[in-house]
T-cell receptor, first 112, second 114 residues
């Protein structure tokens, strides 16, 4: 049972383009959605997160767009850089809950 | 910056053997977690702990045991390793579980069971 789904599995963009990573979820009780970035050989690290009361969260070149009605969110990476090449995990959790559910990840490659 | 250290970084084990993966955190965090990463499955929670000497089952606990002898240390134990347990294992810690707590991950342990 995949509670958090991500697409595409892999994505290649040119340097300077906007990369769009998609995520959807099933459990309407989820109210916190962090995105984690993972480089090869390392553990995931928190990149940006949004709560369900908001529809947009911006941090520099990274923006989350959230649609609660459709249970969808997306991560936009503007002016993509080769250093952004990594795997990005969408995750979800419920306030007060211990469990963070991860999607299967999107592998992003930014070509110079 | 929170620090979570895992050992070993990689291990080769034989089927049926016992494997212990160790994790140490220096952040005074209450919560510690063991995740398993497989291609196409993302990260799945095996066990977690919110206090020393107590552990809880996550989503995929079968075939794994956990031990939390102190706040800083959390181990994952495979009593009888199997081929299907070949994966990368990540330990993580967090301050609490308010639902929006940041997880701090270690670098992972790559386990190959032959």
């Amino acid at each position: 049972q995949q509670q958090v789904r991500q697409s595409p599995q892999s994505l290649t963009v040119w340097e300077g383009e906007t990369a769009i990573l998609n995520c959807s979820y099933e459990n309407s009780a989820f109210d916190y959605f962090p995105w984690y970035q993972q480089f090869p050989g390392e553990g995931p690290a928190l990149l940006i997160a949004i709560r369900s009361v908001s529809d947009k969260k911006e941090d520099g070149r990274f923006t989350i767009f959230f649609n609660k009605r459709e249970k969808k969110l997306s991560l936009h990476i503007t002016d993509s850089q080769p250093g952004d090449s990594a795997t990005y995990f969408c995750a979800a959790s419920k306030n007060g809950g211990y469990k963070v559910v991860f999607g299967s990840g999107t592998r992003l490659l930014v070509s110079p | 910056e929170a620090a979570v250290t895992q050992s070993p970084r990689s291990k080769v084990a034989v089927t049926g053997g016992k494997v212990t993966l160790s994790c140490h955190q220096t952040n005074n965090h209450d919560y510690m977690y063991w995740y398993r990463q497989d291609t196409g499955h993302g990260l799945r929670l095996i066990h977690y702990s919110y206090v020393a000497d107590s552990t809880e089952k996550g989503d995929i606990p079968d075939g794994y045991k956990a031990s939390r002898p102190s706040q800083e240390n959390f181990s994952l134990i495979l009593e009888l390793a199997s081929l299907s347990q070949t994966a990368v294992y990540f330990c993580a810690s967090s301050e609490g579980t308010g639902g929006d707590e940041r997880l701090f991950f270690g670098h992972g342990t790559k386990l190959s069971v032959l």
